[in-house]
């Protein structure tokens, strides 16, 4: 592992759609909670993945 590595408990925080907006992708469709988004890989007519807002901070997903 480098140094520049994130802690699980770090990347948890990361908010998925904001982190892609400032990688350049923006969601071709919202639909609250979801944001759909094109491949980034590889040309498509329709949204290829989508991130739930509500999902994507990972406060709801750590395990109890």
């Given at each position: 592992m480098t140094a520049c590595a994130l802690a699980c408990a770090e990347a948890i925080e990361i908010d998925l759609v904001d982190y892609l907006v400032k990688q350049g992708h923006q969601p071709q469709k919202i639909s609250h909670p979801d944001n759909w988004y094109m491949s980034p890989s590889h040309?498509?007519?329709?949204?290829?993945?989508?991130?739930?807002?509500?999902?994507?901070?990972?406060t709801n997903m750590v395990p109890e």
């Open positions: 040309d498509e007519r329709d949204s290829f993945f989508k991130v739930n807002r509500n999902r994507a901070l990972g």
